[in-house]
């Protein structure tokens, strides 16, 4: 015989005598029985219909119509009315009785039961059944709570939980394969059923635990079986009489049984937030946990997945002598504390990374950093180059314990080591940074050749932060990409007349480090060094992870993107790179309105709209220094090439080829094999143990403090007087001295 159960819950604040609609629950273990052969489907829901009393037996609940006359029925801001057997929301008249087996068809029932079972009914007290329009005979029952005026205590409902399987039943003889089973088993029927369980007596061979409600005697016995280890259900003494438990929280709602009952979800989504691990568990098991609870199980099931991050620490020097042996000529050290071997410093920097940098990239470097988000504090600092095609083309990378000005010099000092062997081949280097003292004492002294100037974004967030002007900004932007120093004191003019406090602002740092008509370096039109956003999902993904599975993770990255980069320039046919064939093109549409003088072979006059500018083709230099600062043919000096029939691509600066293109990507980042086959007989050689960095995350959650008082503290303590008996000592309050 098919039925659906319910769970109810006895009401601890009914009173003989009052007269109300509310839920009436028993604990644990009820099953709505057949009546008169038919299921009778009910469910928590906002429409209520009907009124009926409650007669109790031991094995079935019979409930009774008490009102055969229309009602009406109240919920929140819905009313029901009943006319003609059928019940009707007030807004819109509508028919709410759709299934197929109606209201009257289930009082019919009720009214027909065998009064022979009915023991002990209680008058006055009044429940309604709910039915859905599209309930499905499968569907969960529950019984709601109705509000009545001479009901006076509230009742404390939990939000009704999805039901759970009969599974999870607990009865005598029932066995377990092992004790964790046991104690799984013994924790969900618990929560399962709304009680918490105490522990009485736990050892190897036993387990005895109580209702954890004071007066209820339900007792539950467990022992293991002689020889294997199995574990069976000896007693279960009694059934509960204490209605449950009435608050929102659970005793054996650990941290592991959320990290269990998540798995799956977490399986399928490792980035579920613990905010919505707590509105599921919410949601399927009516229990409220903390944030922080929520976090733990997340972490602990991770934990299982990724591994330990202190084992990662551990194995560090293993994974650079991986690297370097399936890489070879790359770069991977690690160093730790002297003291205590903690976790300070890692570098690694690709073979293909340093060959591809040296041979196709812009002569330009960018330093960024990131804030890890891992179980360990830690900084990801990187130095990024840029291809032709203006995309930041990873060249190092660094993991320090914190940011500071000793770990940024020891990152550049080991940049420097790493591009040493080839400086003498290489254009003067330009360094873009937010220029904090740690970054630009390291350049001095590791790259005292090298010009270092402001990335760009980090000034105009700094200028923003301060004049939250868009006007402002987009003219500071306009002074920025300036090509001459008129041009680019016409815009700070601009700025003063708005806001002398921004031009102010703007004069006190010097233009030769961030204004493109005043630059000294080389920078090809690059103004910005913001590596995190073009890393995005190189960094952001794996911040979190233990800190060798983060380097794989970026390692792989890098891996894909340089392949993927390579294949894509086979297909290209052009002189140029896209972006700098898209601009080139440009500039010689616009180039057919310029009118061309010649002077000589080399130099040429070119009027344009905005006027005339002076063109060296054999230096490739134009007076409006558009060519010379963005190493491609401006407008002007286009005009004055075709005017003399020259192939206008191969006056590009040669970074912004495909050739030169190609030979950044031409190099491959090999895989590494997993740990489980790293040879561990080399250990010994490869360093000594790192263990983790001192620096640890704390858990979210308020952290507990305690006030601290000095002893001394070096002041003099005031004495303290009573005002009741003027004596000194204590207070009023505190006085015992008869008066």
């Not at 806001?499 to 005043?518: E, G, H």
């Not at 143990?689 to 002893?711: H, L, T």
């Amino acid at each position: 015989m098919e039925h659906n159960d319910l769970l109810l819950r006895q009401n601890q604040y009914l009173e003989p005598g009052h007269s109300c609609s509310s839920v009436l629950v028993h604990s644990h273990n009820f099953d709505l029985s057949d009546i008169n052969g038919h299921n009778l489907d009910v469910d928590v829901a906002n429409d209520y219909v009907g009124d009926f009393s409650l007669g109790h037996t031991d094995d079935q609940l019979v409930l009774s119509q008490a009102n055969e006359h229309d009602s009406v029925q109240r919920h929140g801001d819905v009313h029901y009315f009943k006319e003609n057997g059928a019940y009707f929301d007030r807004e819109d008249n509508a028919d709410i009785n759709q299934n197929n087996t109606n209201v009257e068809d289930h009082e019919n029932h009720l009214t027909g039961t065998d009064q022979s079972h009915e023991v002990g009914s209680r008058e006055n007290h009044e429940l309604a059944t709910v039915e859905y329009a599209d309930i499905n005979e499968n569907q969960e029952m529950g019984i709601v709570q109705i509000s009545d005026e001479n009901f006076q205590q509230p009742l404390i409902v939990r939000d009704p939980p999805i039901l759970q399987s009969q599974a999870l039943e607990l009865t005598v003889g029932q066995e377990f394969p092992d004790v964790h089973s046991c104690r799984r088993a013994l924790r969900d029927a618990a929560i399962a059923f709304h009680f918490e369980m105490q522990t009485i007596k736990s050892d190897k061979t036993r387990f005895t635990a109580k209702c954890a409600s004071e007066g209820c005697p339900w007792r539950i016995h467990v022992a293991k079986l002689p020889g294997v280890p199995t574990f069976t259900i000896r007693t279960i003494h009694e059934e509960h009489t204490c209605g449950g438990i009435t608050h929102l929280g659970h005793l054996q709602a650990s941290v592991q049984w959320v990290a269990d009952s998540m798995e799956q979800r977490l399986k399928e989504n490792p980035h579920y937030t613990p905010k919505e691990i707590l509105e599921e568990i919410h949601r399927v098991h009516g229990i409220t946990l903390s944030y922080k609870q929520a976090w733990r199980a997340k972490e602990r099931f991770l934990a299982t997945v990724r591994g330990s991050f202190e084992e990662e620490y551990h194995l560090l020097p293993l994974y650079c002598d991986q690297l370097r042996r399936t890489n070879p000529g790359s770069i991977a050290v690690v160093y730790g504390n002297p003291v205590d071997n903690c976790f300070e410093r890692l570098f690694i920097s690709f073979q293909a990374s340093i060959d591809g940098f040296l041979n196709g990239c812009w002569p330009l470097i960018g330093l960024d950093r990131t804030l890890l988000r891992s179980k360990y504090v830690g900084t990801l600092l990187f130095a990024t180059g840029f291809d032709g095609d203006s995309t930041a083309f990873p060249l190092a990378f660094g993991v320090v314990d914190n940011e500071n000005d000793d770990n940024w010099m020891w990152f550049l000092s080991e940049l420097h080591n790493l591009l040493e062997a080839n400086t003498e081949n290489m254009p003067k280097l330009t360094i873009l940074s937010d220029r904090q003292k740690g970054i630009v004492d390291g350049i001095e002294v590791n790259f005292p050749t090298a010009f270092h100037g402001f990335c760009l974004h980090f000034l105009a967030e700094s200028f923003r932060k301060e004049f939250n002007n868009t006007i402002l900004i987009n003219l500071f932007w306009e002074a920025a990409n300036a090509l001459t120093v008129m041009e680019f004191e016409q815009k700070i003019f601009l700025i003063e007349e708005m806001s002398p406090q921004a031009a102010c602002w703007v004069r006190s740092i010097d233009p030769c480090l961030w204004a493109t008509a005043c630059f000294e370096g080389t920078r090809l039109g690059q103004l910005t060094a913001n590596i995190v956003e073009s890393l995005n999902a190189l960094i952001l993904e794996s911040s979190g992870l233990p800190i060798i599975q983060m380097m794989e993770y970026i390692r792989r990255q890098l891996m894909t993107l340089i392949n993927e980069r390579r294949e894509t320039s086979l297909q290209w046919a052009s002189t140029l790179v896209p972006s700098a064939e898209l601009q080139v093109s440009e500039a010689i549409k616009r180039a057919h309105n310029c009118h061309v003088l010649k002077a000589n072979d080399a130099e040429f006059e070119v009027a344009s709209r905005e006027g005339s500018h002076i063109v060296n083709i054999r230096s490739r230099q134009c007076s409006c220094r558009g060519w010379q600062l963005r190493g491609l043919p401006c407008d002007h000096a286009v005009a004055a090439l075709m005017f003399c029939r020259q192939n206008v691509y191969r006056f590009a600066e040669s970074c912004f080829t495909v050739a030169n293109y190609r030979k950044a990507y031409s190099q491959t980042i090999h895989p590494i094999p997993d740990k489980a086959l790293w040879r561990n007989e080399g250990y010994n050689d490869v360093g000594p143990r790192i263990n983790p960095p001192r620096s640890f995350r704390p858990p979210p959650g308020k952290s507990r403090k305690k006030r601290v008082r000095s002893e001394d503290g070096g002041r003099v303590k005031r004495p303290v007087h009573c005002s009741r008996c003027h004596q000194t000592g204590h207070f009023r309050t505190t006085c015992t001295v008869p008066i």
